[in-house]
């Protein structure tokens, strides 16, 4: 085969991205023969000449035991690039397939890749494969690294629920992952059963007043001397003001930290109060995200790669490999970026929330 | 409340039977404010008087911790007990509702126990928790357990992938769980991308002769030196005479060893040939099954247990908690009993094995 | 035996004082028959009438699983209380032998209720178990919990390797326990091999200048793209203010937080330069110190246990039991809060993590 | 630097033998600069020409993952070989320095070799750095792996135990390394603190009679209605005929499978007594082996090759790093040969497995 095949990992870091690297060359390599496999250094800045990423030329020795840590071997960035340039170098490293691994973000910049190789005629397969640690991709019932991560965040909320109750009235304040959706956030506190406050992007809620969060806090400690708060990132940001809304590099909306925020609207009402307590704030987000992947996420990965090789290698191009109602399908990229999956407050899992916290189905004044 | 529940595990150990009793008091205890909940140890002979097992007055602080080890909390035992016998000692006790966790025959058990409740006129409703480390309980698309074994086995299979590698023309063999569906050695075999043999119940093959798995492992450790064989319980029985075939005491054939088989067939071979080679034999089934459930087990196991507290609580009986197309279901116990779950080697999941060891089709002479 | 126990836990977590209490009411019951055995909730605090924290009468039931997850089954408090009101509680108790499990100021306080007992000519056995996550207890080769917490932080440096190469000139700081003495992150960086600065309380360094940290780290950056740094929560403490210097409840100094700070400086530092660079902070202390025990730590656990119930049932009082030179040791309690142990800078383990690291004898400017 | 290195693991496999190539390959590459490291492949074969194996030209990126899992990057072997010929492989290769990793019979095989090489008049440098996973070389305080095997033990003992208590009468029987001496045995039973009987090659024990192994146990499951047996692969050898003592490749007696026969002798009491009973046999050496390295030993391995570095290039030769009164030491290879260490029943760890397990002191008959 004659094939040259370009992978390139975008975005924030996620379990099972060694996985996923490692599944693609060996299935390249011992399944179609492929050799001629380069690893794109740091995200689509790999593929701009001024950066000086230089290419790594991948065999199967090499990527034999990178699944067995987290991270990427082949670095990542964010950000957007210039998709001419990124062509360009495409088209003089004769690279016939692209594996691009990231987000929204990474799909729209795959996409535009897409549109400007038809503009020029070439022949590159541009192929994505979707990574979002926070479950949020739309179309798509799970993708890989999540259940690695809420797994994790168990861990973690149980020793913060040692923290918790190893002080009188303590209080356990977990910051979890979670932009737009609390899918890891839900799914965590479903697995430890330990939590009694879950606060997600998908639900508002108010600190003070008769059913504010502070004051059912303050019954709960009284009545058990402990409490477990998992907060996801996106949640709360309601409290920040809008005027402050900066993007960042890739686009995103830079979040205010509603952990800081919570511990210290907590500390300063009891505080004020004389109420005796003590926080302790976690805030494990690189622990998790840099994570090797679990059992089941590698299966995942494995079989992800797998069916990304053979759509792309039957001549497929602009598309996401997804997985919907238990199989794996092939998506056009344009129809997974137009909008998130997030959690539906009417549907079970959040039931099943509000059913182990115990905590309210609503945190906001009348 | 004045309702009295007993819970009672059978048959084998699986990981998370501790996540399901405690979930089970937790829910009962919590949410319906149901205190007289009565541990029956050592499973259906709990009930048999004569076996003096005294019952456990289950309370929220004495499970808190359970989940935290595998194993269960109540103790278990194979084999069907005197349905008379076992009815009288429910109403002597005044149990309203009987959780019975098990598989098959534990089922066909709690039917029976039904019956006979039926036939007297009481008031105890009976409910199916389905436990099968196999995953082959008919109509139930997943059982709690399954994904923690396969992930351990993973684990385990890396060992053994070491062990072969180590030594030149080095092979370990593993023995997995699988009485009748190869499930967990074929899941396992996807998450580890290290098996290159997978034998599982419902593939026969030949030892001997042109295609027999014997020369197709000579030839593949002559290519690459070293070999990992994945195989089921139930795997090769047909090796055996029929007439052997004694039941144990729950019913089930007694398997012969298709480990120890396998091993001696191949040692056997290999000598006989003067072809180098080392083998290590690996049976780890009673450290997976003895094992904690990992967080998505114990996040299925709460929810199991929640959905069959609410359903008993509402007055259902004789019926099993199912899972179908990703969502929990009751079904009637005479209906899960009927047939085994089984691979399909027409389907997916099977196609996917055979891509990642490599094997081929068919290990049968024609 | 008519002796009553009690056991009390103080000041932060540490790995394995589940352990601890666990096989101390093992010990008291299955080897000397002893089962009047009080828990006191929430440290010294328990000992104090008006803070209403009722004891736990332990059972070997009760404390048979609590080893399987980290914190204090007791709960736990820092800072003194009044030694007459304990005393006066121990003696309305009928307490005999008082277990003290806790650090420096745990043992002060241990050593007043001793003089106070003696004064009131009572017969209470006051013993202390040393429990310093640090490991820097005088005269004491071990502690316990130490061994776990630099083996998890070696896995949380991990994955903070993996943020690091993951980025274009990545850094990960990663802020680890050691108020005084920095042998955590010297262990960690010993067992993980991929440190590059390992920054402690027993050696002074600059931020800026020649031989400055800053410097030397962005050389780093330039010759291999990436840096994992590990700071002890007492390293450069020179850089903040001695007028602030306030104390926490325990009396111990509020340490700033170098971490943070070196954050700051860092971003500030490339920023300013133009240097391009992306920094990952993380903070797990809290997720350490509440994990439960290894194996390692939990066998030391075990006969640590052993070793004080055997010598609190001989008779002896007001000591503390050590570990020296691989054995077991009793200890005066005023002989071991005389000084600190730390990290001598002439010794083996210093000249180690010089050469594991690779940074520069000194970061100090002449 | 013109010096060109070799290093061969030899035996069985053993935690950390993959992070003590990785530390001589990034030791002799980053400090000494040396880039001319060969990796002989499949032991003291790999010095062989007849057996064809091919050196491996090793990189420090080739090494960077392998102690992420166990076993040896290398490949092993047991068993001699030629040393004329070895010698003239290492002639031929223009090697300077051989680091052996191995136990006895490797250093016995190494010490050969410095023999020759000293007849010959080379300047071929002979390292030997030790590896017994039984913690059994005379004058050496603790060997790497040793603390990984008895912790993995404890774990998986953990669950053994759930297999005794989940059945009435249950046993569960565990077999663990240990030829000649029980510390794996003894460690995992201080660290598990659920072990009942450990059975050690240094103490006789008879099956039968008053005394006799069979009728504590009796008595234990009468008791507490479970137990847990660890037996040391090299106990009990007395039970079999010396007749049969036929020695393996490496020289080792091979050894009756102590297990087994226990579990036979078990069943075959209980079901004559007709006493009711379960028993389930682990035999998970091959797992324990053959699994990676935990932080502590790690650490160890770290040391240990930076050692053997340091002396093989300060011009040292037909020495083993040893470790003693916990520092690193120099010994030649022909003193550690020349004995085993042993437990001595007499001392501290032997009177604390008996406190821990609750056994007799003696299960001889008088």
New interface residues.
Partial sequence: MKTKVGIVTCGG?CPGLNNVIR?LV?ELY??YGISRILGIQ?GY?GLIPS?N?PVIELTA??V???H?????FL???RGDQDVEKMVDTLEIMNINILFCIGGDGTFRGAHEIHKEVQKRKLKICITGIPKTIDNDIDLIQKSFGF?TA??IA???I??????A????NGI?LVKLMGRDSGFIAA??A????EVNFVLVPEITFDLYGQRGFLRVLKKRLEERHHAVIVVAEGAGQEFFECADENKDVSGNIKYKDIGIYLKDKISEEFENKGFPYSI?????S??IR??PA???D??FC??LA?NAVHAALSGKTDFVIGFW???FTLMPIEMVVAKRKKIDVED?LWW?VL??T?QPISMKNP
């Fill in positions: 870091l599944s060996n011992y399944r740091y800045e950066y990423h020795a090499m034999n035991y990178i067995l840590t987290g991270g990427t670095g990542s960035s259940e809420f797994s168990n861990d973690i149980r020793n913060a629920h040692n923290e109750s190893g002080a009188f356990a799914n965590a479903l697995s430890i059963q302790k704030y976690i805030d494990p690189y622990i840099s994570a679990n059992a089941n590698s299966k494995n079989l797998q109602n238990n199989q079970e099943n059913e182990a115990g």
